[in-house]
């Protein structure tokens, strides 16, 4: 649903504009926001907001919100309660989180970004990071060092091993090449790949069932939704060999938390690498922060100088476009 009677930038005054997230306080030097500044004020939020009546508080002065996707919520219900909203500056062409319908319907104008030409290598590299994170123990190995330690952990080749892509989209397909390098054997499933389209990205297709069986390493590459939100449950961690890792830089819901942690305190699994979480920034006391045998990152999988430049470089001419008052790239436009 789109609304042609899109509100502008206020003549009266100085807009006022909100950059939501910005945990690394890199907004204002990865892009140039020099043409916004000097028509607008500019407000950088680091710290995520408490709950809803907390980001309701500190934004209900201001026009637009530049938001990072997948971080603050925006839903209906936060929309409804922010009177003088004018405009959300988007990154990506989808975002979940925001209920772009509800903005709207109240004239709100919701503008996206293109995705980083090299966006997917972001997530590839960050896969591939964990996984040998993972095989070697780096992360703890690392921390030994620093305490004196020398060879605590046995390491793993990956060489010969068999690496389960569970998607093979995009972001999966990419996935191949890098491990074939790495001498590993392919396999691939998602509820909608069949073995046609397996043999195009040259690996082999497997069920769900025999992927989780007979993999060592399994990576997650698939999009979040209804459909597939829980995909991944007890019943699979459980088919896992012993010996094997779970890799998700995709989406946190898509694998059952509480199911996961069982099998990480439990040892049914060798261990997890995990970039996404079923509640971002992952609080301070959650389970998942003390479980057996992880690497964890705090999503950086699109988070690197170049990507987070792109998504702001594209919100600023988006804004200056809504200052000029000619909104472009609205959500849902054809």
Same mark, same amino acid.
């Given at each position: ?8 930038? !206020? ?5 006022? *504009?909100?950059?939501?997230? @910005?945990?690394? #306080? ?24 408490? @709950? ?10 201001? #026009? ?16 409804? %309660? ?9 990154? +990506? ?5 925001? @209920? ?10 919701? $503008?996206?970004?293109? $995705?980083?030409?090299?966006? $997917? ?9 964990? *996984?040998?994170?993972?095989? &070697?123990?780096?992360?703890?190995? @690392?921390?030994?060092? %620093? ?10 080749? *990956? ?7 569970? +998607? ?60 597939? &939100?829980?995909?991944? =449950?007890?019943?699979?961690? =459980? ?11 995709? %989406? ?13 305190? $439990? ?13 971002? !920034? ?6 998942? %922060? ?28 988006? *804004? ?6 000619? !909104? ?7």
């Amino acid at each position: 649903m789109t609304n042609t009677n899109l509100l502008l930038a !206020p003549t009266d005054r100085r807009p006022r *504009i909100a950059i939501l997230d @910005d945990y690394l #306080d890199c907004a204002l030097t990865v892009a140039d926001w020099s043409a916004v500044l000097e028509r607008a004020d500019v407000t950088v939020f680091r710290e995520a907001f408490s @709950d809803q009546d907390d980001a309701v508080a500190k934004l209900q002065d201001f #026009d637009v919100l530049a938001i990072m996707r997948e971080r603050t919520p925006l839903s209906r219900a936060i929309i409804e %309660r922010l009177p003088n909203l004018r405009m959300i500056a988007m990154t +990506g062409v989808r975002n979940p989180t925001l @209920d772009a319908v509800a903005a709207q319907e109240r004239g709100i104008v919701v $503008s996206t970004t293109t $995705s980083t030409p090299n966006g $997917s290598a972001n997530t590839v590299e960050l896969a591939w990071t964990l *996984i040998l994170s993972l095989a &070697r123990w780096i992360p703890s190995q @690392d921390a030994g060092m %620093r305490k004196g330690e020398w060879q605590t952990r046995l390491g793993r080749n *990956i060489a010969g091993k068999k690496l389960g892509l569970i +998607g093979l989209g995009r972001l999966g397909a990419q996935m191949v090449p890098i491990a074939r390098a790495f001498q590993m054997d392919v396999v691939a499933w998602s509820p909608n790949l069949n073995e046609e389209r397996a043999a195009e990205a040259c690996v082999a297709y497997a069920s769900k069932e025999e992927l989780f069986s007979t993999s060592d390493f399994i990576s997650i590459h698939m999009v979040l939704s209804a459909k597939t &939100r829980g995909l991944i =449950g007890t019943e699979d961690l =459980g088919r896992m060999k012993p010996s094997a890792f779970l890799v998700n830089t995709a %989406r946190g819901p898509l694998v059952d938390e509480q199911a996961l942690l069982e099998a990480l305190n $439990s040892g049914k699994i060798a261990g997890a690498g995990l970039d996404v979480y079923d509640r971002e !920034p992952l609080p301070v006391d959650h389970p998942l %922060r003390s479980a057996p045998n992880t690497v964890l990152s705090p999503h950086l999988g699109f988070a690197t100088r170049e990507g987070l430049g792109h998504y702001y470089t594209e919100s600023i001419k988006n *804004i200056i476009a809504w200052l000029d008052g000619k !909104p472009q790239n609205l959500f849902g436009a054809p």
